[in-house]
């Protein structure tokens, strides 16, 4: 079966860094994106990877090893405004999204 | 209008009752989508749009469906709603049909079926 493994939820301090691991068993790869989803909102993208390697949209990261099956996205200088669930949702060899269960968030003074 | 709009906000529901979802877009985007997000699993695709007069079934199409008559309006019809689909029911939209592209949601309608 499909399977996109994330931890469902880590904490982290104002200002620091974090790391939010997505690793992932599908049949075929055409890309991974991350979303984020604050409570009680719609999803709204972050990033796009197909290719491995890291692509960095100012604070937020996003990383790609296809061999390993695994991404993560890296969250620097954190704010609280970035308190959220992060959604890693892998395009399969059919084209079909396979979504995570998302990781939640929170983010500490 | 400004991005994709959902409607009602939320519903609660009797079982057996008929029910549609509304939702609309105005970026012109060619593909539509809607899913169902339910606490501790990821979203899932009920249905999809590649372009209008054309639809298809996603991972959890049971008991509900839905039509695309014009670009913007993609509703989703409960025909005889069980108390399993209450949900949280986001719509989706994105420029092309191949799930490669962004997608852009909705504000999502909280469906409770009693």
């Known amino acids: 079966g499909q399977n996109i493994d994330q931890p469902t939820e880590m904490t982290a301090t104002e200002g620091a860094i974090v790391q939010i691991n997505c690793t992932y068993q599908t049949s075929g790869f055409n890309g991974l994106f991350w979303y984020q989803q604050h409570a009680g909102e719609a999803p709204t993208f972050l990033s796009y990877n197909v290719l491995d390697g890291l692509e960095e949209k100012g604070r937020f990261s996003s990383f790609l090893s296809r061999s390993k099956g695994y991404s993560y996205l890296l969250l620097k200088e954190l704010q609280m405004k970035d308190s959220a669930s992060y959604l890693c949702?892998?395009?399969?060899?059919?084209?079909?999204?396979?979504w995570g269960a998302g990781t939640k968030l929170i983010i500490k003074p | 209008i400004a991005g994709i709009t959902q409607a009602p906000t939320s519903q609660i529901l009797a079982a057996g009752r008929r029910m549609t979802l509304r939702c609309t877009q105005d970026m012109r985007h060619n593909a539509m989508y809607w899913y169902r997000q339910d606490l501790g699993l990821g979203l899932r695709l009920i249905h999809y749009?590649?372009?209008?007069?054309?639809?298809g079934k996603g991972e959890v199409p049971d008991g509900y469906s839905v039509s695309r008559a014009n670009t913007d309006d993609f509703p989703l019809t409960l025909a005889s709603a069980v108390p399993s689909q209450t949900s949280v029911y986001f719509c989706?939209?994105?420029?092309?049909?191949?799930?490669?592209?962004?997608?852009?949601f909705g504000p999502g309608t909280r469906l409770t079926v009693l």
């Open positions: 949702a892998v395009l399969d060899s059919n084209y079909q999204l396979i």
């Open positions: 749009s590649n372009t209008a007069g054309t639809t």
């Open positions: 989706a939209s994105s420029v092309e049909g191949d799930f490669g592209n962004e997608q852009f």
